[in-house]
């Protein structure tokens, strides 16, 4: 019913930049919190940054200052600009979405993720 495709992961030197977008598409009537994850090998996948559907933004402490998450509402598109990449940045990139669709219902979405590899 919803399909989230994500782009924008490669390789980059540490101290450079990416920009992440995954695109929401299918039965949608609204789109509330969005958010990005991460998941390094052998560690469990964690919260990088959220955005409500007001706007407001949470980040992890690790990522503060660094990544910037915003959302194009006309698009279905959440965003996440990546400055100054450590190599601890290092992950597969996960979007998800919470999605109301047309028929009332309410859940969550992932994204196929995406992987960023941060070269010292």
């Known amino acids: 019913q919803v399909q989230l495709v994500e782009s924008g992961g490669g390789l980059v030197q540490a101290g450079g930049s990416l920009r992440l977008s995954c695109a929401a598409s299918?039965?949608?009537?609204?789109?509330?919190?969005m958010a990005w994850y991460r998941q390094a090998p052998g560690k469990q996948r964690e919260l990088v940054a959220t955005?409500?559907?007001?706007?407001?933004?949470n980040y992890a402490d690790s990522v503060k200052g660094r990544f910037t998450i915003s959302r194009d509402n006309s698009k279905n598109t959440v965003y996440l600009q990546m400055n100054s990449l450590k190599p601890e940045d290092t992950a597969v990139y996960y979007c998800?979405?919470?999605?109301?669709?047309?028929?009332?219902?309410?859940?969550?979405?992932w994204g196929q993720g995406t992987q960023v590899t941060v070269s010292s």
């Open positions: 955005i409500t559907s007001g706007g407001s933004t």
């Open positions: 299918g039965s949608i009537f609204s789109i509330n919190t």
């Open positions: 998800n979405v919470d999605v109301t669709l047309y028929s009332a219902s309410r859940y969550h979405y």
